[in-house]
């Protein structure tokens, strides 16, 4: 499967550059969002790593799945220290949006019925975290007047324990020689397209689910 990298990039090109275009994170980047709509997006991603999370858990013996069940990977814990630090105790009340549930929904029926797919969804989340999240993080730490280093209380989802580069370059070698049957890999390509589009819907709901306010600081 040398070519799977490849394919995933190229197919899911369009909605990546989207994605990193749309209006949301554009907010968020220029911290131009409220602290009431950040804290929204931070529990809906909640939602959908404690469910992939959970799926690779239980299916930690799916060769396929190895390379993703790091724990150094995984973030749901991460965002719930952030979530308990800018929202507080009762962060978990927070409102799951309807895409969200359903993304959580998917990787949860994924679990038991196609598991070598949860890797499509795992692909889409923890690449992107790798590769971009640092200058989110240091968007956010400005917007939100928080300093220290990476360990700061609000921006542990960005902070990594292992450098994000080497993990970064772990997973696309990972990838390259993925133990995936060829008859689904078109299937596990396709996943990764859906994982971006469900992306993009929760995003526009977020959009529509909070006002636009002043900048975080």
């Given at each position: ?158 902070a990594f324990d292992t ?36 992306h993009r819907t929760l ?15």
């Amino acid at each position: 499967m040398s070519d799977l990298l490849e394919r995933l990039r190229t197919a899911t090109a369009p909605l990546h550059g989207e994605l990193e275009h749309h209006a949301l994170m554009q907010r968020i980047l220029g911290g131009r969002v409220s602290i009431a709509q950040y804290c929204l997006y931070l529990r809906n991603l909640h939602t959908i790593y404690a469910a992939l999370e959970r799926a690779l858990v239980a299916r930690g013996d799916e060769p396929s799945l190895q390379p993703f069940s790091h724990p150094a990977l995984f973030r749901s814990d991460a965002l719930a220290r952030d979530l308990r630090r800018l929202a507080g105790d009762e962060w978990a009340a927070l409102s799951v949006l309807p895409s969200a549930g359903a993304y959580a929904d998917t990787l949860r029926r994924l679990s038991t019925t196609q598991p070598a797919l949860l890797g499509a969804h795992a692909y889409v989340r923890y690449l992107g975290d790798l590769s971009g999240g640092r200058m989110v993080r240091s968007c956010v730490a400005s917007a939100l007047a928080i300093d220290g280093d990476e360990t700061a209380e609000g921006l542990a989802f960005y902070a990594f324990d292992t450098p994000p580069g080497a993990l970064a370059r772990q997973l696309r070698i990972d990838l390259q020689t993925l133990p995936l049957p060829p008859a689904i890999a078109g299937e596990f390509v396709a996943e990764a397209v859906a994982g971006f589009e469900r992306h993009r819907t929760l995003f526009d709901e977020l959009e529509r689910s909070t006002p636009h306010s002043p900048p975080l600081n």
